[in-house]
């Protein structure tokens, strides 16, 4: 068995950054050395004072230390490692342009009163859940030794049980809807016989090979286009939780 440390070193490189920065905030929180208010969204902060640190902070604050906070890292230890380590093996760029493109997504979305939330940890997370049940589709999830469900369902039954505990139901939805929208224009649109518009930025592509972030990808001579879902794959997987 794999000690603590040699378990985080073997995490991938952008899950593990931003599962570990989501701690260290809260960490931070629970020993009183920031107020959250200094790190949540506020658009007329952001645009009538230029705090536009707010803009990034507040996608790493999950919460005080909780058995709600203790799940959301989970997702990230659990399912955004199983994309990296999956089907963006390899592909370090592709999966830092997915977080980025999911924030901005979600910063998009909050600025819709109906949406309007101050902290979207919470909801990126819940991206990465429902990227990764559309890329596992039929691996076998158990939630608390209650019920098994294809992993399909699961963002649909997380948020469900958040509404049950009394949790806001605004970050979960943003979540699904720019997972949503992400796996759309990357996989859906483009099987469809549709052009990919979202590439992966040359300078993203640029931030990794500079910085060694991860392994270097493979070269292939077939486009990004022509990369298969989880959807269309057909493959089971069973997973113990």
């Known amino acids: 068995m794999s000690s603590p440390a ?3 070193n073997s995490l991938p490189p952008i899950s593990k950054a931003y599962g570990t920065m989501c701690l260290l905030a809260t960490t931070a929180f ?8 200094l790190i949540a969204l506020d658009y007329e902060l952001v645009f009538k004072h230029f705090q536009v640190w707010r803009l990034f902070t507040n996608f790493f ?3 005080k230390f909780s058995i709600n906070f203790g799940i959301r890292l989970l997702m990230i230890a659990r399912y955004g490692v199983q994309l990296e380590n999956g089907p963006f093996q390899r592909r370090t760029a592709d999966f830092l342009w997915m977080m980025i493109f999911g924030a901005l997504t979600l910063l998009v979305l909050s600025a819709i009163p109906i949406f309007s939330f101050s902290v979207l940890g919470i909801s990126l997370v819940f991206m990465l859940l429902y990227v990764w049940s559309r890329e596992f589709p039929n691996a076998q999830i158990n939630i608390y ?4 469900l294809k992993a399909f369902y699961l963002p649909w039954a997380m948020l469900a049980l958040d509404v049950i505990f009394g949790s806001p139901l605004v970050p979960d939805l943003l979540g699904i809807l720019a997972g ?32 060694r972030i991860g392994a270097p990808p493979i070269q292939r001579a ?10 269309f794959r057909g493959r089971s997987y069973r997973l113990n939780d």
């Open 222 to 231: 077939v486009p990004d286009d022509r990369r298969t879902s989880g959807a």
């Open 6 to 8: 040699e378990f985080y």
């Open 145 to 148: 030794g209650l019920v098994t």
């Open 61 to 63: 604050f999950l919460g």
């Open 180 to 211: 949503h929208l992400y796996y759309f224009l990357t996989v859906l649109h483009p099987l469809a016989g549709g052009k990919n518009i979202l590439r992966t930025p040359f300078w993203v592509q640029r931030i990794v090979s500079r910085w």
């Open 30 to 37: 629970q020993l009183g050395l920031y107020d959250p208010g």
